[in-house]
T-cell receptor
Framework: AQKVTQAQTEISVVEKEDVTLDCVYE???????LFWYKQPPSGELVFLIR??????QNEISGRYSWNFQKSTSSFNFTITASQVVDSAVYFCALSEASSGYSTLTFGKGTMLLVSP | DADVTQTPRNRITKTGKRIMLECSQTKGHDRMYWYRQDPGLGLRLIYY???????NKGEISDGYSVSRQAQAKFSLSLESAIPNQTALYFCATSDRGSTSGRSTDTQYFGPGTRLTVL
């Protein structure tokens, strides 16, 4: 069965530090999507990125970057020069081709606290 | 205006009451979902629907029912609410559109409904 593990329950950093959020997944599918979502204190869930299993290129978007490694089944998320506004819970999620991409399996989330 | 709306945003009810949470979307997506979020447990899928005539149970459907009234509307009902159904409930939508034969499914979430059952 598919599974997503976010081993870091909570991370605290000081503003301007770099921080990496870990995500490890398990799946028997060879075709799947991986996602990251952000949940700020206001509670909504914001989509950040989708990566398909055929594309292992790293992606950078401003201060955000993602490192996808199939060899270690990991899809880690790095925030460079963190800011207070980055404080949120971040979820990693997996969607498999065998389910028609119909369902998302979420990790339990990592709470990031960025202090001034 | 938000693409995915949920009503009510907050609700306090009593054990045994019937309650309905509503979700509407203007994204034109055909797939809709209901999740609940509990502290430390992430999000868990309750029900999902691929179109008006297609309803599927998720991981934790017991105690819940749904209705897909139209492509844009998907309601979640608690027939007889109990305290352990106190949670944050999210509706989500996605598009089954595909590129090069592969689905580009991404789920977009509503703002959530905070439900408290006393």
């Amino acid at each position: 069965a598919q599974k997503v593990t976010q081993a870091q329950t909570e991370i605290s950093v000081v503003e301007k530090e770099d921080v990496t959020l870990d995500c490890v997944y398990e799946t028997r599918d060879t075709t799947y999507y991986l996602f990251w979502y952000k949940q700020p204190p206001s509670g909504e869930l914001v989509f950040l990125i989708r990566r398909n299993s055929f594309d292992e290129q790293n992606e950078i978007s401003g201060r955000y970057s993602w490192n996808f490694q199939k060899s270690t089944s990991s899809f880690n998320f790095t925030i460079t020069a963190s800011q207070v506004v980055d404080s949120a819970v971040y979820f990693c999620a997996l969607s498999e081709a065998s389910s028609g991409y119909s369902t998302l399996t979420f990790g339990k989330g990592t709470m990031l606290l960025v202090s001034p | 205006d938000a693409d995915v709306t949920q009503t009510p945003r907050n609700r306090i009810t009593k054990t045994g009451k019937r309650i309905m949470l509503e979700c509407s979307q203007t994204k034109g997506h055909d797939r809709m979902y209901w999740y609940r979020q509990d502290p430390g447990l992430g999000l868990r899928l309750i029900y999902y629907s691929f179109d008006v005539k297609d309803i599927n149970k998720g991981e934790i459907s017991d105690g819940y029912s749904v209705s897909r009234q139209a492509q844009a509307k998907f309601s979640l009902s608690l027939e007889s609410a109990i305290p352990n159904q106190t949670a944050l409930y999210f509706c989500a939508t996605s598009d089954r559109g595909s590129t090069s034969g592969r689905s580009t499914d991404t789920q977009y979430f509503g703002p959530g409904t905070r439900l408290t059952v006393l």
